[in-house]
């Protein structure tokens, strides 16, 4: 079974440009998940979709972050104009809807906002 | 809300020493409780979770964790550590019967010298 998968797994950009992760979930999973961690901190959830409709995106900078996930698989998460403090690791995740107590995480995306 | 607390921040061990790592959480009503663990370069991956029954719950790669409701504790153990273990560990919970969106505590790096 294929993992989540994330691309692309690195990038750096300077502050006031945007930029966009790419996450492909595990086949058959109906919930994916978007999820913050800064360094030295645990992941912090964005936003949850199920299928191609928002969840919860109660923790997500509207003003900046954007997200979508129009066919209901893979997905997309922007943000623009980035700040400094957008540095971390971007993680995609994934539940099956049998088993939604448990996720899959992808490798994450290490953004550097220099 | 509920919250998670990981006191260990750092640890670090000689190959076959024990390890016990803390995790207590705060919130009022049931909860499921998960230790995902993170190895170098790799993705975050579940290690064991507990939702009902027995309290001590054994996990993958000869991994435990004891859920003390009392104490509101949840801590991971080992009884010998090897180098392979060097990872990053994260305790996290949810709220049963309630979103499956895990609240995670920030993580102890725990390194193990050969």
């Known amino acids: 079974e294929a993992g989540v998968a994330q691309s692309p797994r690195y990038k750096i950009i300077e502050k006031r440009q945007s930029v966009a992760f790419w996450c492909n979930p595990i086949?058959?999973?109906?919930?994916l998940y978007w999820y913050q961690q800064i360094l030295g901190q645990g992941p912090k959830l964005l936003i949850q979709?199920?299928?191609?409709?928002?969840?919860?995106d109660s923790q997500l900078p509207k003003d900046r972050f954007s997200a979508e996930r129009l066919k209901g698989v893979d997905s997309t998460l922007k943000i623009q104009p980035a700040k400094l403090e957008d540095s971390a690791v971007y993680l995609c995740?994934?539940?099956?809807?049998?088993?939604?107590?448990?996720?899959?995480f992808g490798p994450g995306t290490r953004l550097t906002v220099l | 809300a509920q919250s998670v607390s990981q006191h260990n921040h750092h640890v670090i061990l000689s190959e076959a020493a024990s390890l016990e790592l803390g995790c207590n959480y705060s919130?009022?009503?049931?909860?499921?409780l998960f230790w995902y663990v993170q190895y170098p370069g790799q993705h975050l991956q579940l290690l064991l979770k507990?939702?009902?029954?027995?309290?001590l719950v054994k996990g993958i790669k000869g991994f435990e964790a004891e859920f003390i409701k009392s104490k509101f504790s949840f801590n991971l153990r080992k009884p010998s550590v090897q180098w392979s273990d060097t990872a990053e560990y994260f305790c996290a919970v949810t709220a049963s019967g309630g979103s499956y969106i895990p609240t995670f505590g920030r993580g102890t790096s725990l390194i193990v010298h050969p």
């Open positions: 507990y939702f009902s029954g027995d309290p």
């Open positions: 979709f199920q299928n191609n409709g928002v969840v919860d």
């Open positions: 919130y009022g009503g049931t909860v499921n």
């Open positions: 086949s058959g999973h109906a919930t």
């Open positions: 995740a994934s539940s099956h809807p049998l088993f939604s107590d448990t996720q899959y």
